[in-house]
C-alpha cells in the first residue's frame, strides 16, 4: 500500500510538472498567435490597396511595357521579379513581353496564392529586387511605368 502510495504521489508530481510545462508552452503560443494576427493586420490592408493598384492598371500601359525594346532597369527588374514569382522559368526580356502579353497575366496576379512561393523563388527575389537593391523602390519604378509601380508594390507586400 505504501509503495502504490509513492507511485501515485510520483505520478502526481509528473503531471504537476507537466501542467507547469503546457502552461508555459500555452503562454508562448499565444504571444506569438498575437504578433501573427498584429503583423496579418498590418499587411492586409496594404496587400488589398496594392491588388486595387494592380487592378487599375490599364492594358495601354501594359502594353507600353511590352513595346519597349529596352526598358529602363527599374521597369525590367520588376516584371523578371514577378516573372519569378508566377513561377516562370525564363526571365529574359523577350520571355517578359510575352508573359505581359498574355490575357490572364492580371488575373493570375489578383489571384496570386503566396502559399505556393518557394523558398528558392523568395530567397531570389529578396536577394535580387527586393532586399538590399536600393535601386528598386516602389517610387522610382512609378516614375519610370505606371504599370509597373503598382507590381512592384504587390511584389513587396507577398513576399514580406
Do not use: H
Request: hydrophobic share 40%; glycine share 2%; proline share 3%.
Amino acid at each position: 500500500m505504501v509503495a502504490d502510495q509513492n507511485v501515485a504521489e510520483r505520478r502526481k508530481e509528473e503531471a504537476e510538472k507537466m501542467s507547469i510545462e503546457v502552461e508555459k508552452q500555452q503562454v508562448e503560443i499565444t504571444a506569438r498567435k498575437e504578433e501573427a494576427q498584429r503583423d496579418l493586420d498590418e499587411a492586409e490592408p496594404a496587400l488589398i490597396s496594392a491588388q486595387a493598384s494592380v487592378r487599375s492598371i490599364k492594358k495601354r500601359d501594359l502594353d507600353e511595357v511590352r513595346n519597349l525594346a529596352r526598358p529602363p532597369n527599374n521597369v525590367k527588374l520588376t516584371l523578371e521579379c514577378v516573372a519569378i514569382m508566377l513561377g516562370e522559368k525564363k526571365i529574359e526580356w523577350a520571355d517578359v513581353r510575352k508573359l505581359l502579353s498574355k490575357s490572364d497575366f492580371i488575373p493570375s496576379i489578383l489571384n496570386f496564392d503566396v502559399d505556393k512561393l518557394t523558398k528558392r523563388q523568395i530567397k531570389r527575389v529578396q536577394d535580387k529586387y527586393v532586399g538590399e537593391n536600393s535601386e528598386l523602390s516602389a517610387e522610382s519604378v512609378m516614375r519610370s511605368s505606371k504599370a509597373c509601380g503598382p507590381l512592384f508594390k504587390w511584389t513587396e507586400l507577398q513576399i514580406k
